[in-house]
């Protein structure tokens, strides 16, 4: 079955600094695979999503994540955090299983920035 | 654009009470998502719907169900609700597409409150 890990429920970074949320999937077929984002009290946004046309995503606000298939790995990059930023980010893989009809979810990593 | 609205936001129950919540989005997508969110546990999925007329069990569905008489709303129900049904509830939609990666979008969520 596929799954998604999330390494880190909590990261802090400063203001400015590089974000990195990591994200590893099992899948023995290339994935479907996206990363989300939620604040407080919302639902959850789409930052971006893999395609299999390009392995380096571009997302909003400055996001992009690398698939690595040797690694089964797409973390999620932001070469300087904003206060903004702070959230709870969702990895996500569609489930192949299912006709890539549903997603399965990681836990989730919170992001706090301080000035 | 509303895109996915759900009702109502919030709701405290008493133990055995029954409540639905209302799904409704206005994007014409032909699938359709219930979820619970929980600390430290990612978006589960309950139920799903790939059609009107249509439903499919998720990962969590005993102590649910759901009905999608309209292609536009997606209801799910609590017959008897219980203290672990206490949770943050998130609908979701999704177009078909020629794209299997389609990406879902989401309501804001309901906070349901169990005692």
């Known amino acids: 079955a596929q799954s998604v890990t999330q390494l880190g429920s909590h990261v802090s970074v400063s203001e400015g600094a590089l974000v990195l949320l990591r994200c590893n999937y099992s899948s023995s077929v290339p994935p479907y695979l996206f990363w989300y984002v939620q604040y407080p009290n919302q639902g959850l946004q789409l930052l971006l999503k893999?395609?299999?046309?390009?392995?380096l995503v571009k997302g909003i606000n400055g996001f992009e994540a690398e698939f690595k298939k040797s690694e089964t790995s797409f973390h999620l990059t932001k070469p300087s955090a904003h206060m903004s930023d702070a959230a709870e980010y969702f990895c996500?893989?569609?489930?192949?299983?299912?006709?890539?009809?549903?997603?399965?979810f990681g836990a989730g990593t919170r992001l706090a920035v301080h000035p | 654009n509303a895109g996915v609205t759900q009702t109502p936001k919030f709701r405290v129950l008493k133990t055995g009470q029954s409540m639905t919540l209302l799904c409704a989005q206005d994007?014409?997508?032909?699938?359709m998502y219930w979820y619970r969110q929980d600390p430290g546990m990612g978006l589960r999925l309950i139920h799903y719907s790939v059609g009107e007329g249509t439903t499919a069990k998720g990962e969590v569905p005993d102590g649910y169900n759901v009905s999608r008489l309209k292609k536009q709303n997606f209801l799910l129900g609590l017959e008897s609700a219980a203290p672990s049904q206490t949770s943050v509830y998130f609908c979701?939609?999704?177009?078909?597409?020629?794209?299997?990666?389609?990406?879902?979008?989401f309501g804001d969520g309901t906070r349901l409150s169990i005692l």
């Open positions: 994007m014409n997508h032909e699938y």
């Open positions: 893999y395609t299999s046309a390009a392995t």
């Open positions: 996500a893989v569609s489930d192949r299983a299912g006709g890539y009809n549903k997603l399965i």
């Open positions: 979701a939609s999704r177009a078909i597409g020629q794209d299997s990666n389609q990406p879902q979008h």
